[in-house]
């Protein structure tokens, strides 16, 4: 069995040659030994108790008389090689974290899209997604005009009771309102991807793309079918899915590949604020 460089406690830092420890004695074992004569001769012969009794007595005088008056020692040579090795004390001084520093207690996300990237992504998933409700107008109705009258039906209630045919007709005051709430709603819906965005762990613009769509589809399917039941009727639902993931795929690209701001969470106050004073800001040790 090896032998370790270092034996004992930290804390034992004595200098001594030797080490006081109590000192050996059998009267521990002729009490034991005596003890079982004494039970023995329970099961045998009396006179076996007798010898264990006197046994016993001679034991506890010779053990007492090792602890009391004085307790009895020995001293064991300490070898160099195996003494304690002492304990070195480091004065370090503690340097603590700021608020946002080194990812310190910051709230996330860390960083940000800027609202302008979220901006242009929407009006780009705007255009994508007016692209394909167009088309789907012209194939299924044979009319493009048939989305942007759904569409306008979300600001002119009216919209919803119109007829399929009424639909299909192009109405100048009719497209002005849809035109203006597609851009509207792509801006909003584009500025939310552009904060929601960053806390997706990983590859944000498809899951964003696919999630908060569905998200969104299945919050519009009750609210339509609330506010305005005869709309409802006229939408087709899966290719509604279809335009939003093309808003939720194209928007969230665009959005991902704008440059990321930092937060300022990790700035102080006066920084935060913008206010100028002598002893706002520490001054930065030379290099």
Do not use: D
């Amino acid at each position: 069995m090896s032998v370790e460089e270092h034996h004992g406690e930290p804390g034992e830092r004595t200098q001594e040659t030797h080490v006081q420890l109590p000192a050996p004695t059998f009267w521990p074992m002729i009490f034991a030994f005596g003890v079982t004569l004494l039970l023995a001769g329970l099961v045998t012969f009396w006179a076996v108790s007798l010898i264990g009794f006197i046994i016993v007595l001679r034991a506890v005088w010779g053990w007492w008389h090792t602890v009391i008056p004085h307790e009895e020692h020995e001293y064991v040579a300490i070898e160099p090689e195996h003494r304690p090795a002492p304990i070195l004390v480091e004065y370090r001084s503690v340097v603590r974290l700021t608020v946002g520093e080194e990812g310190h207690r910051a709230h996330l996300p860390v960083e940000v899209h800027p609202y302008t990237a979220g901006a242009v992504g929407g009006l780009v998933g705007g255009a994508a997604m007016a692209i394909l409700a167009c088309l789907y107008g012209l194939v299924r109705e044979h009319s493009i005009w048939y989305p942007i009258n759904l569409l306008a039906g979300v600001i002119l209630p009216g919209m919803g009771n119109a007829t399929a045919e009424q639909l299909r007709q192009f109405n100048a005051g009719v497209f002005g309102a849809a035109l203006i709430g597609h851009i509207c709603i792509s801006i909003l819906v584009g500025i939310v991807y552009a904060a929601i965005m960053p806390m997706f762990p990983k590859y944000a613009a498809l899951w964003a793309g696919i999630l908060v769509p569905l998200f969104w589809t299945g919050l519009t399917y009750p609210l339509i079918g609330i506010l305005n039941p005869a709309m409802g009727e006229h939408i087709s639902w899966p290719w509604f899915v279809v335009c939003q993931l093309a808003f939720g795929l194209c928007g969230g690209y665009v959005i991902a590949r704008s440059t990321n701001i930092r937060t300022f969470q990790s700035k102080a106050f006066v920084e935060r604020a913008g206010l100028e004073f002598p002893g706002s800001h520490p001054e930065k040790e030379p290099q």
